[in-house]
């Protein structure tokens, strides 16, 4: 398969390796962008916490709570310019937005988009937003909606940067107090900062743990270093690296970025604050969404910087 400035440009923005890297890799994958970004880890020219998907697209994360906060909902909705992002019409409409999916049964986009719009019932969630594309002049997208319940507790919510990150924490706890739903925040917040893709190691899956020891042992192999040493020093710094990459992921394991020690986890955090309050606390779950993850936005520009700086 030829190698095209497009492919170059997408596994450049997926890895962060250099455009001439991107393009060796892929030459070597035969065009697979998959094994292309196995092959940049490999050769230590990517990091893992890497995603295969471009933050580009441009609007606003909204969530909405119930009053007793048992239930919560956040919501993605797309615009074409960070300027209409932005605009006070499209925050209230999103608002709008968020407020019906709280309440929705539809269990996936097309069905909510199929329903009766709340402010408006003559009109479809769809119609009614094919009306306020109509009023902003602006292309709009309702992406997606995820709904959290917790009934043996409360759900916290956090918007981050006017609505660039959204964040829902289920929180299960017998004691609800102004400490324990900080201690919530607090945990929203480090959602937002570090990104973890787990809320604890039990929940990654095997197949990943085999393949990311895969892609370990081919770094440590590659590396010079690391050349001649005996099988079970190489076997040791695979499962030490495969372990501080599951640290980095998983929320519990993660260091609490606000620790004053610099070295207290999550995990300790959360259990310093039940102990205090005399309360069972448990992180059940959590929800973050990025505005614009995994889309894309049209640069011509730098696609043709792509091709010339490479003789494309």
């Not at 917040?189 to 039990?202: F, G, H, R």
Request: hydrophobic residues 45%.
């Amino acid at each position: 398969m030829a190698v095209t400035a497009a492919m170059v440009k997408e596994l450049r923005e997926m890895t962060g390796a250099g455009m001439m890297d991107c393009k060796k890799a892929l030459a070597a994958t035969d065009g697979n962008m998959e094994a292309a970004v196995d092959f940049l880890r490999e050769k230590g020219l990517a990091t893992a916490q890497k995603k295969a998907g471009r933050i580009a697209a441009e609007g606003i994360v909204a969530t909405a709570l119930t009053e007793d906060a048992k239930k919560a909902v956040v919501v993605e909705v797309n615009a074409e310019t960070d300027f209409v992002a932005k605009n006070e019409k499209f925050q209230n409409y999103v608002a709008e937005v968020a407020a019906q999916a709280l309440n929705t049964s539809a269990a996936d986009i097309d069905a909510f988009l199929a329903e009766s719009w709340a402010s408006d019932s003559s009109k479809t969630v769809k119609e009614a937003l094919a009306a306020q594309i109509a009023v902003i002049g602006e292309n709009m997208n309702i992406r997606r909606f995820q709904q959290v319940s917790e009934e043996n507790g409360f759900v916290a919510s956090y918007i981050h940067a006017g609505g660039k990150i959204g964040v829902l924490v289920d929180v299960e706890t017998n004691v609800v107090n102004d400490e324990i739903k900080e201690m919530a925040k607090n945990l929203a917040m480090q959602i937002a900062a570090l990104k973890p893709v787990y809320t604890n190691n039990s929940e990654v899956d095997e197949e990943y743990k085999a393949h990311e020891l895969e892609i370990i042992k081919a770094q440590i192999e590659n590396d010079p270093k690391m050349a001649g040493k005996p099988e079970k020093v190489i076997n040791g710094a695979v499962m030490g690296r495969l372990n501080k990459q599951l640290k980095e992921i998983c929320l519990m394991d993660q260091v609490y970025v606000k620790a004053e020690d610099g070295k207290q986890l999550v995990s300790a955090y959360v259990a310093q604050v039940a102990k205090a309050n005399s309360a069972d606390i448990t992180v059940k779950g959590f929800v973050r969404y990025e505005t614009g993850e995994g889309l894309e936005k049209k640069n011509e520009d730098f696609a043709a910087e792509v091709a010339k700086q490479m003789g494309m």
